[in-house]
């Protein structure tokens, strides 16, 4: 008989999945480690894999994956492991604090990009990477990311310009200063192109915007890598 596996983050949110379908971990930052299991939904093609974050202290990566390897393969006589608990505060080890948002694989179809409007201040949320999120307030207001560690590696998303501006900027925050990168102006095909080593905020101006202006941001758990073009000077600008 199987042994399962189990995984919950809140009242409503839990994973489940056999420990046959286990495939590996990746200690993916200092205090991130991706549990990797073959899709449990039955939709899925072959190839297709769930992924599990758990975030962890720092450098115990090592003695965190010992733990997880003995309950799956060994460990007490349950027929299911509960690797990471955040209601209960149950974790299979003392060094794990909590568990990002699942990545979860639904179907062996090509991916569809997901398009949000904003219109009001708004949280972007570490389960929406990949998420392209359009501009649709004529007042502009402010987003908020999460923190690099909450994104993690690989996570990515991109602002687009979809309504004319009337009275104030939109502006993308950061918790801290990991904004990397800078934008192509289209405008006479300047040399000298915005750009910044440490943003904590990426603003798009008012008064300079035009429909199609976007940022794109990657993460690598560490820094936030900023791409984009708009077609006006000083249309974007960081802080």
């Not at 999945?17 to 930052?29: I, K, L, P, Q, Y």
């Not at 972007?124 to 207001?141: E, H, M, N, R, Y």
């Not at 289209?186 to 192109?193: G, H, L, Y």
């Amino acid at each position: 008989m199987s042994k399962y596996i189990y995984i919950k983050t809140a009242d409503n949110s839990a994973y489940m999945n056999t420990a046959d379908n286990f495939r590996g971990a990746v200690h993916s930052t200092d205090l991130a480690i991706d549990l990797y299991f073959e899709a449990a939904s039955s939709v899925t093609g072959g190839g297709s894999y769930d992924k599990i974050t758990l975030v962890t202290n720092s450098n115990k990566e090592q003695e965190i994956m010992e733990s997880i390897a003995a309950a799956l393969t060994g460990g007490p006589a349950k027929s299911m492991v509960v690797i990471a608990d955040d209601v209960a505060s149950d974790y299979v080890n003392a060094n794990i604090t909590g568990v990002n948002a699942f990545s979860l694989a639904t179907s062996s179809a090509p991916k569809v990009i997901p398009f949000v409007s904003i219109t009001d201040t708004y949280e972007v949320l570490p389960a929406q990477t990949g998420t392209s999120f359009v501009l649709d307030g004529a007042a502009g207001k402010v987003i908020t990311m999460p923190s690099a560690a909450l994104m993690g590696s690989g996570f990515n998303c991109k602002f687009i310009v979809g309504t004319a501006f009337d009275t104030t900027d939109w502006v993308v925050t950061f918790t801290a200063a990991i904004g990397e990168g800078g934008i192509y102006e289209r405008v006479n095909d300047e040399v000298s192109d915005p750009s910044t080593t440490g943003a904590t905020t990426i603003t798009f101006e008012l008064g300079a915007e035009t429909l199609g202006d976007f940022v794109e941001l990657e993460c690598d758990g560490t820094k936030v890598y900023i791409n984009g073009a708009a077609t006006a000077d000083a249309a974007i600008s960081f802080a």
